[in-house]
């Protein structure tokens, strides 16, 4: 394997191990969307995934999880359920990509060859790919929803409005790295040697001159 792939697969793999850490990061963090009113300035309230919280400036934070999943907003289920099925996508990538590595020989022989290395970089690098799409999807349209009730002229003025919280920013941040890594392992998987076979080799007048002179003593002595 040529070391323009080497590179490119830790390249993969590190920002895989970067992008699944943002994304367990983002599902476990409550806030994903926040807001404030001017009833109570002190306090800010915050609506994750699992739990609701509310933030006082004193850094005191009290927080209740959901009482049961039927009562939780649609979008809030739809979210948990992308963001569960995006760490999921993302480790069994990691896993599959890991050892598919060219540095990583182990005790399986049967890895040491370079096609199924290649299989496994690439189911991996897929697995990725896939899981930053999940990511981003759910991240986003929890997003579009407060962009949306945000600029609602039907909602009054008085009214809180729901925020971005830290949350969204960490998933766009996971999702951007689940794609880099899936594009860099599949990137790897391309034999770039072939390019070079493939190419026409120059050969100099003098070695071909002395070519055709061996071809020639060789069939006097014979």
């Not at 766009?172 to 594009?183: D, K, M, N």
């Amino acid at each position: 394997m040529d070391s323009v792939s080497q590179v490119l697969e830790q390249l993969g793999v590190l920002m895989s191990v970067a992008a699944w850490l943002c994304s367990l990061t983002t599902s476990l963090i409550p806030s994903w969307l926040s807001f404030s009113t001017d009833l109570l300035p002190a306090e800010t309230f915050q609506l994750g995934l699992w739990r609701t919280c509310v933030l006082q400036d004193l850094g005191l934070q009290e927080c209740r999880p959901y009482n049961n999943l039927l009562g939780m907003p649609r979008d809030v289920k739809m979210a948990r359920i992308l963001v569960c099925s995006s760490l999921g996508l993302g480790l069994m990538g990691l896993l599959l990509a890991v050892p598919g590595l060219d540095l990583v020989n182990g005790c399986w022989h049967h890895l040491e060859k370079e096609s199924c290395k290649r299989t496994l970089k690439a189911a991996g690098g897929t697995l990725c790919f896939i899981s930053g799409l999940l990511e981003l999807v759910s991240v986003s349209h929890i997003a579009h929803l407060a962009v949306v009730q945000f600029f609602d002229e039907t909602v009054p003025d008085v009214a809180p409005r729901w925020e971005f919280g830290d949350a969204l920013f960490w998933g766009w941040t996971a999702g951007v790295l689940h794609l880099g890594a899936g594009v860099l392992l599949l990137t790897s998987c391309l034999n770039l040697d072939t390019l070079n076979r493939n190419l026409p080799v120059r050969i100099s007048l003098v070695q071909l001159r002395e070519t055709r002179h061996q071809a020639r003593t060789r069939t006097e002595y014979v």
